[in-house]
């Protein structure tokens, strides 16, 4: 476990520091980490950014290995995936943020950002859930929802739970993204 939360603090010390001045509106948030360590959005600025809401007990948690593919395999031109383990639907995500942590390194090997567990929906959302819903068009109605976001910051697309990570069309939408600069 040690180990774990020693790896998951180097890998957002590693991350970028963004200048909030040129901070997209939506992603202009604070954050907290699932090691309870406060993050700022503004760092995913100019990345094509894939927000999740996810579960460790769902028939689609297998979706974290299909997620974990895509950050690896597009990281490096720009793709960030974020995680945000939700309670929201079917009570499928019961643990607390440590737990989470730990069933997600240890089952999917899961190295892409992941956020404190939070509410996606109804009137106490998180502002970026919030957001996000407004910009997408539509608000998760399940585990696993999808939100591509421009590098921009300013177009938002809305996938449905069912859409599979590794979905052909997914994938080209996600490199036509990256492609835009």
């Known amino acids: 476990m040690k180990r774990l939360m020693l790896f998951l603090a180097l890998a957002m010390a590693a991350l970028p520091a963004a200048q909030a001045a040129d901070c997209p509106v939506l992603l202009d948030q604070k954050v907290t980490t699932l090691m309870d360590q406060q993050a700022s959005l503004c760092q995913y600025q100019g990345k094509v950014v894939l927000v999740v809401?996810?579960?460790?007990?769902?028939?689609?948690?297998?979706?974290?290995?299909?997620?974990?593919?895509?950050?690896?395999?597009?990281?490096?031109?720009?793709?960030?995936v974020l995680g945000f383990p939700s309670n929201d639907f079917g009570e499928q995500e019961p643990g607390g943020d440590k737990d989470i942590a730990q069933f997600c390194q240890v089952n999917y090997g899961v190295s892409f950002p992941m956020f404190s567990k939070s509410t996606v929906v109804g009137p106490k959302a998180m502002p970026l859930y919030t957001r996000l819903a407004t910009a997408g068009g539509s608000a998760p109605k399940w585990n696993?929802?999808?939100?591509?976001?421009?590098?921009?910051?300013?177009?938002?697309?809305?996938?449905?739970?069912?859409?599979?990570?590794?979905?052909?069309?997914?994938?080209?939408?996600?490199?036509?993204?990256?492609a835009a600069k």
């Open 144 to 178: 696993f929802h999808k939100y591509l976001v421009d590098r921009r910051g300013e177009k938002v697309f809305s996938y449905a739970t069912e859409v599979e990570p590794l979905d052909r069309r997914f994938v080209q939408h996600i490199e036509r993204l990256l």
């Open 53 to 80: 809401n996810t579960a460790s007990y769902c028939g689609f948690t297998p979706q974290y290995q299909g997620l974990e593919a895509l950050y690896r395999r597009y990281q490096d031109r720009g793709l960030v």
